[in-house]
């Protein structure tokens, strides 16, 4: 089994060569705007995008990739991912990894750091792991993690020197703790992000700082559980966050199961449910139906119904919001929980152009000063997925890949397919 293992490993992780490999034939979704371009031909060198055209000139090494009736669009991005720990069991990191690409992932952004995650970031940028390009956020502030104000500040200098690329905020920081982990992040020129601090209000986040905001905390006050938002109050919202220029991090679909609103039995037939091992998934069950007896069913109907009229009035004006989908808590699946969140977002009232924006463009304008990639343009990040239909029609055919490419390394869909039979045959043999 070990050296099966090991030998599906050397299968999958060439290392990036100077190979020249071309789409031809295909629709292209650039995605600088809603069009589509047809019977192109897409030329990948060295890792990236050296040109798009009807033309091209192809050299004759080149590996050739038939895309007749297909479409390309720019890998996806995942921007809110639970990294496992570099010891956990099972090859949980591995499988996580792969999960995403399989499943057209070609960036994650890590927000619970552990110790020895940046290696394994390093490596995936070297093209040494099957994984796809990784940002991560250090071990995160919290009321567990941070006794002081002073404890607040020596972290982030700390993290800043590590080399971790953000700072993840989550509960239970008192005010001054927050200030002094701000006010040191913005001395450092380190960016952080995460949960709102009860402590905390959305105004002076915004004021120290607080670039992005995961799960939209500060949007659903305590008024936002008892009844609908008023449209006044959601115009006000959706105002402010535009002006302060913050980024948005629904994780919707996660919430919708938190709030156990989308129901057990729709949750336990996922078929991406064989990826986890069946206790993992009975322990999930029982939590669903602890919780039902906990949260008032009529809390969790506005909760989730003034979420979705937040996120339509925040796309309504502009807001940058960014798909997270909190992969690895319950019922989460890495990578195949992309197209969960897509449907919630589609829930939300978001158009189908919009959504794969929120996946695209707007986590590469995000990370536009370290990073290329985002959209289909010469010079970008050849991180590309091929689909068998266009997701612009219905986002649903985000699912169908015919295979993905990250940092212009090619995964065909055996190839992918190999490496989730692996993970699979390992909890359902
Ligand atoms: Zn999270």
Redesign the pocket.
């Known amino acids: 089994m070990r050296l099966l293992r090991i030998l599906i490993c050397l299968l999958l992780a060439v290392p990036a060569v100077a190979e020249t490999i071309v789409f031809r034939n295909v629709s292209v979704l650039p995605m600088t705007s809603p069009r589509v371009l047809e019977k192109q031909s897409v030329v990948v060198r060295d890792g990236r995008i050296l040109s798009i055209s009807t033309t091209p000139a192809i050299p004759k090494d080149a590996t050739v990739i038939d895309g007749t009736g297909k479409f390309l669009i720019p890998g996806l991005a995942d921007m809110?991912?639970?990294i496992p720990a570099v010891d956990a069991k099972a090859d949980l990191m591995s499988d996580t990894l792969l999960m995403l690409l399989a499943n057209g992932v070609t960036t994650a952004r890590g927000?619970?750091g552990f110790p020895g995650q940046l290696a394994i970031r390093d490596k995936a940028k070297k093209g040494e792991l099957d994984s796809p390009t990784l940002y991560l956020a250090g071990p995160v502030f919290s009321n567990t993690t941070i006794a002081s104000a002073a404890e607040a500040a020596d972290r982030v200098r700390r993290q800043k020197k590590e080399g971790w690329d953000l700072l993840k905020v989550h509960n239970g920081l008192t005010r001054e703790q927050y200030d002094a982990m701000a006010k040191t992040a913005k001395e450092v020129g380190m960016r952080f992000g995460g949960h709102l601090p009860s402590s905390v209000d959305l105004k002076h986040a915004i004021e120290m700082g607080h670039e992005t905001f995961?799960?939209m905390e500060g949007f659903i006050d305590a008024e936002a559980v008892k009844a609908p938002i008023s449209d006044q109050k959601l115009a006000a919202l959706a105002k402010q966050a535009k002006d302060a220029g913050i980024w948005i991090v629904p994780?919707e679909a996660?919430v919708e199961i938190v709030y156990d609103v989308t129901p057990l039995e729709t949750l336990t037939k996922y078929p991406e449910l064989k990826y986890s091992p069946q206790a993992a998934v009975d322990t999930w069950s029982k939590r669903y139906n602890e919780r039902l007896t906990q949260i008032p069913r009529s809390m969790a109907a506005f909760v989730v119904g003034n979420r979705r009229r937040v996120i339509r009035a925040l796309q309504d004006s502009g807001v940058k919001i960014m798909l997270?989908t909190?992969a690895l808590?319950e019922f989460v699946e890495p990578g195949f929980s992309v197209l969960r969140e897509m449907e919630s977002l589609r829930a939300a009232g978001l158009t189908p152009y919009e959504i794969l924006r929120s996946a695209t463009v707007t986590p590469g304008e995000y990370f536009a000063k370290q990073d290329s990639f985002g959209t289909i343009e010469t010079g970008k990040r050849a991180d590309l997925v091929l689909l068998d239909g266009n997701p612009l029609d219905d986002i649903a055919n985000i699912a169908k890949i015919s295979g993905v490419m990250a940092r212009g390394h090619w995964y065909s869909r055996e190839q992918l397919d190999i490496g989730l039979k692996r993970v699979t045959d390992k909890y359902r043999m």
Do not use: I
Request: aromatic share 8%; proline share 0%; charged share 15%.
């Open positions: 809110h991912v639970h927000m619970f995961e799960h994780t996660m997270g909190d808590q």
